[in-house]
Structure formats: C-alpha cells, structure tokens
C-alpha cells in the first residue's frame, strides 16, 4: 500500500475502495481437487495463427487449443482446467496450470507463450452540462444523444433496474448487435441495457449484478438515461443524465471488490469485439507494463482493429510523475478533473478569515456560532484522543493517509467534537472532496490547512465555524486537475505524451445500486464518486456521440478530433491548474479538456490505420514474438520499417532531444470545408526551434490528405532553463476551425 502513502486512502474515504485494495484473487476451483492443485494459476497462452486460418466452428478451435494441455493432465480434467478459448482477442486460451504444465506446453510445435494472468483494478447530473451539452442544443441535439451507438462497458456489472438504465424513448438494438443478456426475462435487459454478461470467474454462472456499485456508476455516467430529481442526500439535486443518454449499453462483468482478472479482461475483450459494440470503456487498469504483457493493451487492439473505440482511465496513482497507465497510443487515456459544483461548508475563523470547503453531509440544524478551535495530530485517532481536549470543540485533522476522514470524524464525534475540520495533505494540495461525515465537517485545502493552523497558534483562544452553503455552482477554477489523476510521461511508451486528455472525476453524481442508508426513502438511489474511473466513461460518452454523428470514423480518427479540439484554459479563462494551483503541466492535462463540442468539427483529424502501428511497435524495440502478441499475426520486424515512436500520425508529440535535430512528419486529413487554407502557428517549447514545413496547407476536396514535416532543434542562442523537460505546441488554424497539438520534450 506504499503507493497510498500520501493521503489517498484518506481522502478517499469509502469511495475509492475498487481503486485502492491490492488483492490476490483466490479462485474457486482450489478448494476441490488434489494433488498440488493450489499450485495452480490461470496462465494465458499465446499460440501462432493457425495453418490455413481460423477454424469455422468454435468446437475445432477449442479441440485444438485443448491438444496443448500437458499429456498428464487426464481429457476428463482438461475441461474443468480450460478457462476461456479466446477467438478474437488472441490465438489461445485461459487455463488453469502448474508452472511445470505451463513449461511443458513450450515444446509443443505452434506454441508462443504462457504467462500467468495479471491482476487488475478498478480504478455524474451535472457534469453534462458543465461539458455544454443540453437538450435541445449543441451536440446531443446534432448526434441525436448518441442514438444507434452501443458502448460496451467492461467493469463489476449493473443494476439493470436502476432507473438511470430505463428505456423510455431508446430504440431496439441496431441489427448489428448479436450479444447476450444473462438476466432473467423478467429482471433484465432492456433496449438501454441490450446486453449483460459475466466474465467474473470467481462468480461464474450468476447473473452480472453489480454488488460493489463501480459498474452501475461508470455505465450511468456514460449512458444514463434522463432521471428527474436526482440528488445526493439533498444535494446536487437536478435531472440526472449520462453524457450519451440515447446510446445503449452492453455491460462485461470482469470485476469484483477485489479486483479484475487479466484472462476475464480477454474474454470481455473477445466476446465485445464479435457482439458488435462501437465503444468500450474500461475504468480499470494497473500499473505500466508493456503492452504485449498487458491484458488491456492487447484486448484493445483486437478492439480497434475491428473499429471499436477503446476509452481507459489513466490511473488514480498521481501526482508522481510517470505514474499514468493504459498508455497504449491505440487507447484514449482519460486523466480527471474537477467541475464547476461544489458541496460546500465553508470555515470561518474568530479572525474573519474564511475558507471554501466541502461535505456531502449538509446539516441543517447547524448553529452559525463560533466554538473553541484546537488541533493535535492526537485528537483524531482512536486511542489518543482525550475527550476533556475535543468536547464542545472544532477539532482540526490532518489528513495523513493511515486512517480515513470520515474515520476521524468518527473519533472526534465519538470524543464529543462538536465539528471537525479536515485539512488536505501537501501532496493532495487543493483537491477536496464532498464526503457523507458523520458530524458536521468541511474539508479544507492544504494552503487553508496551513493558514487554520497559523492562526491557532497566533492566539490563546481560536474560534472557528462553519457554514454548510449546500450545492455551489460556477466554481471559476474549474476545471483543475485532481491530485489523484495519473501523470505522464508513459513509461511504456515516453515517445508517445499521456495522458491523453482529462475530463469530469470529481465528485461525480451518478446511479448507484443501493440506498446510501437503510432508512432512505426512495429507489432513486444515486452516489458522489471520484476517480480517473469516473472521467473515462465521460469520453467514451463523448466519443460515441461524436460516432453517432461520424459513423465513418476510424477510433483514432474520434481521438483526434477529441484532442486536437481540447481547452486549456479554465472557466476564468486562465490556464487550467493542477491541486497545487500552479499551471497544469501537459503530463498532467494531455491535451487538455475535452471539448465535445468543438470535437465534434474539428476540421482536420490526424488518422491512424491498424497496421501503422505494427512499425511503431516494431520501433519500440518489441521482437517479433512480441510484436505478434499484440498485432494478432505473424510480424518481422526486420522486412517492417521501423519507426521512432514520434513518427506515428498521432494527434501530439513526445519527444527527446539531444544535439542532433529530430525530424517528423504527419499526415492530417480535411473533414471540414472542402476548400479550406490552414495556417501553422507555434509555440516552441524554451530551449527548442521548431519548424515546419509547409506553414500554410490548402486543401480543395472533403477527405483531403496533406503531409508537413516539423523539425526540433536545441536553440543555439535563446533559453537554455537547465530544466529536463519544455513544452509548447503546434496549431493548424484556418478561418473557422483550429487543430492543436501538444509538445513535451525532454532534454537528453
Ligand atoms: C429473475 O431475476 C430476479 C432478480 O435476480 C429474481 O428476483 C427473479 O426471481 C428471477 N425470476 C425468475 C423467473 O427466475
Ligand atoms: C522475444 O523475447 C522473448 C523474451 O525475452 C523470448 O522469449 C522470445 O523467444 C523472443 N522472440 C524472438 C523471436 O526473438
């Protein structure tokens, strides 16, 4: 948990329980066998292509792949060890094996490898609007909500009769669609929800019910439909909705409390891609791996082969730097953010200062008096508070990453605390969160933290309040990005910059299967969550928009309009800030904020064809075997040209540079004006010339392709910052559209 060092698991409070615990999955299959059986771990097991191709019915193909299992293990226990025979994602299978059966298999004539499955983590009413989407305007009315679009949503199920899934208005599934429903008739799938499987293997069998509430909040954000009255314990009430409400839902369970198992990931992957899904999201993830060895890298590939957009949380490992994950250049990579609504309780001290903070739990019998202010690292810990110390006081905490807040705020209660005040870590800096505490609290940021505490000591009797002002909205720094949110650059692949964008993950209003109390009223069930879990499915709302009215676009072709069209500026219209409240460096923010409007007419998009990325991975310096991991068919890499990872046409640029200049090129596509003149404009990162060359593209046909070199150059005169990184960027613009792209170079 050293990860969490830093205040996370504090902050986070319940709501980040999927994201946070590090588990080993025990499977059930254990318990009933003998003979070394605990030995056994599912391996994933990589075969070359077939002669003459794939077979026709899946019983030969499974045949096959079941002529690999070790001669020891008897054909009557071969079934119950065989896991899952993939057929799209990979040639092979799941099984369960020892790593002596694993080892035995290397032998066989076709075999490529075996490696043990990974273990991965899980990592909304008003975020709509705050993204300029309304109900008879703008986007959703141009795309028509999303209509005819089916996003997969690969997480821990759903509640298919949580009213966000309703299908009032939606139509039946599109022909296309030839998925499953593992719900009963009765209790299950709808023209919202057209399809709901189970890949959890720890639950196989059972319906895809979503017990944890991480899958039935994530498909709602991406798909909800309209709920009016849609509140949180009073709070940000308003007409719930998901950023695409008229797309339809096809729902993978691959998760569980405890985490989500890399051969289910696969067989998600596997069945999505042959059910005809336009979308997929996936809020789940683990640490940086590469990619041939990662279950979603490789799954997505297959996905976008087949012209499925795949949209991944980047991770909730921040701020360290080279944290993110899901880096993949064929993945969207989803950062978080804030948005404009706060829950707010705000401190006022005896000295008339006065601190913005936030608490879901809004108590309206509150008096408005001051009481005694103290502080104590002491006072907010079982055992060492001292009751004659908090009784009929405001007790300040620190948040310090052992214990929860709204743990402490059961300590202070418990000691007779009249209120508690959280203060945020350094590290957590100006992210607050909106928790349901148990005494009437505000969290605070860590620069109000330091002032509270300037103030305690600067006089013999501190006084505080505080004021539940209930649900703000038009919070001008928004959006800022959150202290949790992964950060580039990829460690997987540093020529490639990542995050890709960010997007709404704080405080998210969204469905969510269970009553927050057992006394609650209503069905209409809904929870605040936070996370890069809850800004992914906002882009793969987005995105299916954007299919649904370009249902011809390749997924990369949907990213670049997405990234080239991002803001980085916020609602005052400085540039957008990180929870330090500094500048947001572009491993933070990507290319920026997604913008679904201008995403939608982006004018120029720069294209990426499946096989562009075989020189690319050629490039990374991946073999062949490890190339054909990935890529699905036998790949040599010495007759491939070869590429630096900044060669692909991506829609930013990552790049290190030592004297030598480094030259690229790209190739962007018209999709706006038929005739339209695009002019070059540059920011060159300090320290760097960049050129271009051509400066101005004309082009005079729809689908009209241009290329243009761009050369870096340390300056020779000019700035030299002694910094290790620079950015800047590069932006076609024409009278009416404007294309950007990011730059990050690193100094070698
Ligand atoms: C259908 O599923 C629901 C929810 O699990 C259950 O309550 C109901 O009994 C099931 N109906 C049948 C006919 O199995
Ligand atoms: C690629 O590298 C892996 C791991 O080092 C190795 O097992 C495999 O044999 C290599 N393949 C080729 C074609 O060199």
Known sequence: MEKWGWGVLQIMGVLFLFALFFMSKSSPAIACDQGGESRLKTYIVHLKEPEGGVFAESENLEGWYKSFLPARIASSKQQERMVYSYRNVLTGFAARLTEEEAKEMEAKEGFVSARPEKIYHLHTTHSPSFLGLHKRSGLWKGSNLGKGVIIGVMDSGILPSHPSFGDEGMPPPPAKWTGLCEFNKSGGCSNKVIGARNFESGSKGMPPFDEGGHGSHTASIAAGNFVKHANVLGNAKGTAAGVAPGAHLAIYKICTDEGCAGADILAAFDAAIADGVDVLSVSVGQKSTPFYDDAIAVGAFAAIRKGILVSCSAGNYGPTSASVGNAAPWILTVGAS???????????????????????FQPSDYPPEFFPLVYSPYFCSAGTVNVADVEGKVVLCDSDGKTSITDKGRVVKQAGGVAM?????????????????????????YSAGLSIKAYISSTSHPTASIAFEGTIIGEPSAPEVIFFSARGPSLATPGILKPDIIGPGMNI???????????????LTFNLLSGTSMSCPHLSGVAALIKSSHP???????????????DILNLKDSPILDQTEH????????????NPLRANDPGLIYDIQPDDYIPYLCGLGYNDTQVGLITLRTVRCSEESSIPEAQLNYPSFSIALRSKARRFQRTVTNVGKPTSSYTVHIAAPPGVDVTVKPHKLHFTKRNQKKTYTVTFKRSSSGVITGEQYAQGFLKWVSATHSARSPIAVKFE
């Open 338 to 360: 804030t948005i404009d609504r706060s829950i707010r309780a705000s401190v006022k001290l005896g000295n008339g200062e006065k601190f913005d903070g936030e608490s879901l």
């Open 421 to 445: 005040i959280v203060a945020n870590s350094d590290l957590a800096g100006s992210t607050t969160i909106a928790l349901e505490h148990v005494l009437p609290a505000s969290h605070v940021s």
């Open 509 to 523: 209003l969204a469905a969510w299967p269970t009553p927050l109390h057992n006394n609650s009223p209503s069905k």
């Open 552 to 566: 011809d676009w390749s997924p990369a072709a949907i990213k670049s309009a997405i990234m080239t069209t991002a």
């Open 583 to 594: 500048p947001a460096s572009i491993f933070a923010i990507g290319a920026g904020h997604v």
